[in-house]
C-alpha cells in the first residue's frame, strides 16, 4: 500500500537558518503530494503541493519539488522565523486511481529559537 | 476565507456511549472526509463521502461508525459505542478537486 517517511523530529534551529524536512514516499499509482502545517493548538493547514513530476509547490518562503525519480518531495525554506515553528505533515493522494484519501507522514516538529 | 468548522472542540465520554462529532464543510465543496490522529501517532484516514454515499473508508471505519450529511451544510460522524482507543482528534476535512481544507479538530476523550 501507499505510504510516507519523514525525518525524525524535533528540528531545532536558529532563527534565519536554511530548513530541510525530507519525504519520501511508496505509491502504487502516480500520487499528488502535499505538505500541511499544524500550528500549536490548531488543526491541519495545507501548506504546498505538487501534482506532477518536476513541478515545485511553493507557498509562505517554502518549497518542495516532486521528484519522481527518487520518489521525494523534501520541504525548504532558505531562512527560517521563530513564527515558522510547527509540526509539518507530508501526504500523498492517488486521484488517478480513485483514491483521494490522504496518506500522511508522521510528522515533523520544527522549533525555531530566536 | 471559507474554512471548515468543527464542534464541540473538546467531548468526553463513557465507554459504551454513543458520540456525535459534527462538522460544518465549506459550502461549495463536494467532498468530504474524517481522518483521526490519536496522541503522537499519525494522521489517520476514517472515510470519505462523495454525492451522498461513503467513496471510501479505512479498515478503522467498522460498523461502530458511521457519517451523514442530514442536510446541505453538515457532515457528522457517529460513533454507537465508544471505546477507549477512541480516543483521539478527529478532523474533518472538505474539498472539491486534490486540495483537502481541514477544520481544527474536536478533541474526543474516552473514559
Known amino acids: 500500500g501507499d505510504s510516507v517517511t519523514q525525518m525524525e523530529g524535533p528540528v531545532t534551529l536558529s532563527e534565519e537558518a536554511f530548513l530541510t524536512i525530507n519525504c519520501t514516499y511508496t505509491a502504487t499509482g502516480y500520487p499528488s503530494l502535499f505538505w500541511y502545517v499544524q500550528y500549536p493548538g490548531e488543526g491541519l493547514q495545507l501548506l504546498l503541493k505538487?501534482?506532477?513530476?518536476?513541478d515545485k509547490g511553493s507557498n509562505k518562503g517554502f518549497e518542495a519539488t516532486y521528484r519522481k525519480e527518487t520518489t521525494s518531495f523534501h520541504l525548504e525554506k532558505g531562512s527560517v522565523q521563530v513564527s515558522d515553528s510547527a509540526v509539518y505533515f507530508c501526504a500523498l493522494s492517488e486521484e488517478d486511481t480513485g483514491r483521494r484519501a490522504l496518506t500522511f507522514g508522521s510528522g515533523t516538529r520544527l522549533q525555531v529559537q530566536p | 476565507e471559507p474554512e471548515v468548522t468543527q464542534t464541540p472542540s473538546h467531548q468526553v465520554t463513557q465507554m459504551g456511549q454513543e458520540v456525535i462529532l459534527r462538522c460544518v464543510p465549506i459550502?461549495?465543496?463536494?467532498?468530504f472526509y474524517w481522518y483521526r490522529q490519536i496522541l503522537g501517532q499519525k494522521v489517520e484516514f476514517l472515510v470519505s463521502?462523495?454525492?451522498?454515499?461513503?467513496?471510501?473508508k479505512s479498515e478503522i471505519f467498522d460498523d461502530q461508525f458511521s457519517v451523514e450529511r442530514p442536510d446541505g451544510s453538515n457532515f457528522t460522524l457517529k460513533i454507537r459505542s465508544t471505546k477507549l482507543e477512541d480516543s483521539a482528534m478527529y478532523f474533518c476535512?472538505?474539498?472539491?478537486?486534490?486540495?483537502?481544507?481541514f477544520g481544527p479538530g474536536t478533541r474526543l476523550t474516552v473514559t
Open positions: 463521502f462523495y454525492n451522498n454515499e461513503i467513496s471510501e
Open positions: 459550502s461549495n465543496h463536494l467532498y
Open positions: 476535512a472538505s474539498g472539491r478537486g486534490g486540495e483537502q481544507y
Open positions: 505538487a501534482t506532477k513530476a518536476d
